[in-house]
C-alpha cells in the first residue's frame, strides 16, 4: 500500500523569504501523481499543484515550485516571496494512476502548518 | 480550476435524527466522487468512494447502513448521516474527480466542507 509522509507538522516562514515543505512517500508503482493541497482557516481544499510521475520536468505554478526526486520518492514543495495569504495546512498527496476506474482515490500525509510571520 | 458546492455548510441536528448533505460539481461531469471526515487538525479520511449509478465503496470501519450515500447524477452526491449521535460531530469534505482522457486531466476538486454538529 502507498504511503505519504509529512515530517515537519509545522514550520514558519518570514513575510517574503522562502520555504520549503517536506513530503516523501512510498509505492512500488512506476507511474503516479502527486498533488499539493492548502487548506487555510476556512478549511477549503485547495489545489496549489501536480506532478505526473513520468515527466521529469518539475512543475511550477507561479509562486510554488515542486522538486520532485523520483529515485528517492521525494516531493518537496518551495513557496518563494511567501505572503501572508500563504499561511495554511499543506498537504502532500498521492493518486495511482487509474483511468476511468473506482478508483483514484488520494492518499494524504499528515499535513504541515506554515505560518507567515510578518 | 472546476467548482465542486456543498449543501449545507453547517448543520446542526439533535441525536437520533438524519441529516444529509449534497455535493455538486457545477461545472463539470463527476463520474466518481469522494466523502471525506476531517477531526480537528488531522488529516483527511477517507470515508467512502462513489460512483454515478452503482453502489459506494466504504473504507474499512465505516458503516455503510449510517452513513448513506448515493451518487443519482454526474453531477450529484449525497450523504446522509443516519441517526446521528454526537460521536458524529466533524467536519464532512466531498470532492469530485474531472477526469477528461482525451485532454489528460484527471484531477479532484473539493467541496468547502460541512460542518456537523449533534446535541
Known amino acids: 500500500a502507498q504511503t505519504v509522509t509529512q515530517s515537519q507538522p509545522e514550520m514558519s516562514v518570514q513575510e517574503a523569504e522562502t520555504v520549503t515543505l517536506s513530503c516523501t512517500y512510498d509505492?512500488?508503482?512506476?507511474?503516479?501523481?502527486l498533488f499539493w493541497y492548502k487548506q487555510p482557516p476556512s478549511r477549503q481544499m485547495i489545489l496549489v499543484i501536480r506532478q505526473e510521475a513520468y515527466k521529469q520536468q518539475n512543475a511550477t505554478e507561479n509562486r510554488f515550485s515542486v522538486n520532485f526526486q523520483k529515485a528517492a520518492k521525494s516531493f518537496s514543495l518551495k513557496i518563494s516571496d511567501s505572503q501572508l495569504g500563504d499561511a495554511a495546512m499543506y498537504f502532500c498527496a498521492y493518486r495511482t494512476l487509474n483511468y476511468g476506474g473506482s478508483q483514484g482515490n488520494l492518499i494524504f500525509g499528515k499535513g504541515t502548518k506554515l505560518s507567515v510571520k510578518p | 480550476g472546476a467548482v465542486v458546492s456543498q449543501h449545507p455548510s453547517r448543520v446542526i441536528c439533535k441525536s437520533g435524527t438524519s441529516v444529509k448533505i449534497e455535493c455538486r460539481s457545477l461545472?463539470?461531469?463527476?463520474?466518481?466522487m469522494f466523502w471525506y471526515r476531517q477531526f480537528p487538525k488531522k488529516s483527511l479520511m477517507l470515508m467512502a468512494t462513489?460512483?454515478?449509478?452503482?453502489?459506494?465503496?466504504?473504507e474499512q470501519g465505516v458503516e455503510k447502513d449510517k452513513f448513506l450515500i448515493n451518487h443519482a447524477s454526474l453531477t450529484l452526491s449525497t450523504l446522509t448521516v443516519t441517526s446521528a449521535h454526537p460521536e458524529d460531530s466533524s467536519f464532512y469534505i466531498c470532492?469530485?474527480?474531472?477526469?477528461?482522457?482525451?485532454?489528460?486531466?484527471?484531477?479532484?476538486?473539493f467541496g468547502p466542507g460541512t460542518r456537523l454538529t449533534v446535541l
Open positions: 462513489s460512483n454515478e449509478g452503482s453502489k459506494a465503496t466504504y
Open positions: 509505492t512500488s508503482e512506476s507511474d503516479y501523481y
Open positions: 470532492s469530485a474527480r474531472e477526469f477528461g482522457r482525451l485532454a489528460g486531466t484527471d484531477t479532484q476538486y
Open positions: 461545472d463539470f461531469q463527476a463520474t466518481t
